[in-house]
């Protein structure tokens, strides 16, 4: 099994930035991608962006090109998404997303383990 605790959350104004950390632990040599998702109240969970742990491509939702970066220390298990230039419709749980075939963001399913999620809260 693997399992994944997402921290760093919090409140900040527009234009305000934010680092998320994903630590996994477990069996996690066999983890072939990391992701971050987001859901906000009453709408459907969203990938946000994707990397392969063995390195390579890495993949972003059109809403946060530019603003947010996806990187990983694999010798430490941690995942971190950089969120910059915040707006309040960034406003949402985050979670930290694992699985063992490929990086997609619109294949939740693909998906084996998850993390609790972190709240980030964007205010005008």
């Known amino acids: 099994q693997v399992q994944l605790v997402e921290s760093g959350g919090g409140s900040v104004q527009a234009g305000g930035s934010l680092r998320l950390s994903c630590a996994a632990s477990?069996?996690?040599?066999?983890?072939?991608?990391m992701s971050w998702f987001r859901q906000a109240p009453g709408k459907e969970r969203e990938g946000v962006a994707t990397?392969?742990?063995?390195?390579?491509?890495?993949l972003y939702a059109d809403s946060v090109k530019g603003r947010f970066a996806i990187s990983q220390d694999n010798a430490a298990n941690t995942l971190w998404l950089q969120m910059n230039s915040l707006k309040p419709e960034d406003t949402a749980t985050y979670l930290c997303?694992?699985?063992?075939?490929?990086?997609?963001?619109?294949?939740?399913?693909?998906?084996?383990?998850w993390g609790q999620g972190t709240q980030v809260t964007v205010s005008s």
């Open positions: 997303a694992a699985n063992i075939q490929m990086c997609r963001l619109d294949r939740l399913a693909f998906y084996n383990y």
């Open positions: 477990g069996y996690t040599a066999k983890i072939r991608c």
């Open positions: 990397i392969y742990t063995g390195g390579g491509s890495i």
